[in-house]
């Protein structure tokens, strides 16, 4: 376990480079070979995690962005959704976990337990009746600790990743 050290700070505009940095090596970690070709995982990373496309998305007043520091490494991230900035427009006043990575040397550790009592209480202070994310399906180990922590599955949905058509479970924790 990471000792109290961790520390929680929003992204500014000025760590667009970092946040690039970090979100291209922890999806490639979850994501890329072998559970995906390296063709489909680079398609994806180029698509989706430019800087142009982060800094967009930075500057997005309805998404935020936070670090995870420890001893002043950056360990992992998450990003928020409200409003029309979530990626499925879902019925009442809700938060979506769009992005929540550790990296692949820090997990294991509780920095992804810490971060998510984080969300929850970004969640409540924002007066959110619930918070949801999608998850994909063939990530067992992620729908376990979101289970554990109290959220069910309410639907499905496809998610391109290159050329091959997957399936994200959608899941929510009523506050």
């Not at 409540?124 to 399906?137: E, H, P």
């Amino acid at each position: 376990m990471i000792p109290l050290e961790l520390k929680i700070i929003n992204v500014l505009p000025k760590d667009n480079h970092k946040l690039l940095e970090i979100g291209r090596q922890t999806f490639y970690d979850a994501f890329g070979p072998p559970h995906n070709t390296p063709g489909n995982i680079e398609y994806y990373l180029n698509q989706n995690f430019t800087l142009e496309k982060i800094e967009s998305e930075v500057l997005n007043p309805e998404s935020q962005f936070f670090f995870a520091l420890y001893q002043e490494e950056i360990i992992g991230y998450f990003k928020l959704n409200t409003g029309k900035a979530q990626t499925e427009l879902i019925k009442g006043e809700s938060i979506e976990i769009e992005r929540i990575y550790v990296t692949k040397q820090y997990q294991g550790k509780g920095i992804g337990q810490r971060l998510f009592d984080h969300i929850i209480q970004i969640a409540k202070v924002q007066k959110k009746d619930f918070i949801w994310l999608g998850v994909w399906n063939k990530n067992t180990a992620a729908i376990r600790f979101y289970e554990r922590n109290g959220f069910k599955t309410f639907d499905k949905h496809s998610f391109m990743l290159g050329t091959d058509e997957q399936t994200d479970v959608m899941m929510k924790l009523v506050l």
